[in-house]
T-cell receptor, first 119, second 111 residues
Framework: GAVVSQHPSWVICKSGTSVKIECRSL??????MFWYRQFPKQSLMLMAT?????????EQGVEKDKFLINHASLTLSTLTVTSAHPEDSSFYIC???????????????FGPGTRLLVL | DAKTTQPTSMDCAEGRAANLPCNHS???????VYWYRQIHSQGPQYIIH???NNETNEMASLIITEDRKSSTLILPHATLRDTAVYYC????????????FGQGTELSVKP
């Protein structure tokens, strides 16, 4: 149980194009999903919190117009990197918070990640 | 926000127990301690979490001190596949369950 998928796993695109990454919770409903970015040899950095049916909340320093997040259903969130540039090349990881909480704990389960390379 | 402190790296012999420490001296009473691990080029994997009591599951055991200021993750019989970066994180309860990752401990299991 608690499986999260991401698609695509790899994407290479030209500078200036937009890239959409999908995150799905396969066997549970996720009211909240999170998006992270990870550069080589660094830890995960939280980009935004996405709640189903409402606008995402972005962390300080993350451009909301560049990283568009949509959370249209309890099992799907998408991240669109608009007008991608080489500095956006990174490992993007999503997580989904299991709606069935237990005593206040809200465990997040992570997807396998999407590696983006912008040429 | 409760911050955690972990050793940068540790080694463990295959088949032996791996004990990974974590300090979280500013943790609040209703904040959980979570452990995840990340194997190279993959998304983090949930291991275990706890509030006050010690916890055990099929992957590991979590020992939390009585004052909750520190905890230890125990992998009872480490294998080469347990080589990964292990993150100890305090879940920010009143901020929608956000997880803020530190640098973690790089565990190397050696034959």
């Amino acid at each position: 149980g608690a499986v999260v998928s991401q698609h695509p796993s790899w994407v290479i695109c030209k500078s200036g194009t937009s890239v959409k990454i999908e995150c799905r919770s396969l066997d549970f409903q996720a009211t909240t999903m999170f998006w992270y970015r990870q550069f080589p040899k660094q830890s995960l950095m939280l980009m935004a919190t996405s709640n189903e049916g409402s606008k995402a909340t972005y962390e300080q320093g993350v451009e909301k117009d560049k990283f568009l997040i949509n959370h249209a259903s309890l099992t799907l969130s998408t991240l669109t990197v608009t007008s991608a540039h080489p500095e956006d090349s990174s490992f993007y990881i999503c997580s989904a918070q299991d709606r069935e909480t237990s005593g206040g704990a809200q465990t997040q389960y992570f997807g396998p990640g999407t590696r983006l390379l912008v040429l | 926000d409760a911050k955690t402190t972990q050793p940068t790296s540790m080694d463990c012999a295959e088949g032996r127990a791996a004990n990974l420490p974590c300090n979280h001296s500013t943790i609040s009473g209703n904040e959980y301690v979570y452990w995840y691990r990340q194997i190279h080029s993959q998304g983090p994997q949930y291991i275990i979490h706890g509030l006050k009591n010690n916890e055990t599951n099929e992957m590991a055991s979590l020992i939390i001190t009585e004052d909750r200021k520190s905890s230890t993750l125990i992998l009872p019989h480490a294998t080469l596949r347990d080589t990964a970066v292990y993150y100890c994180i305090v879940m920010i309860y009143n901020q929608g369950g956000k997880l803020i990752f530190g640098q973690g401990t790089e565990l190397s299991v050696k034959p």
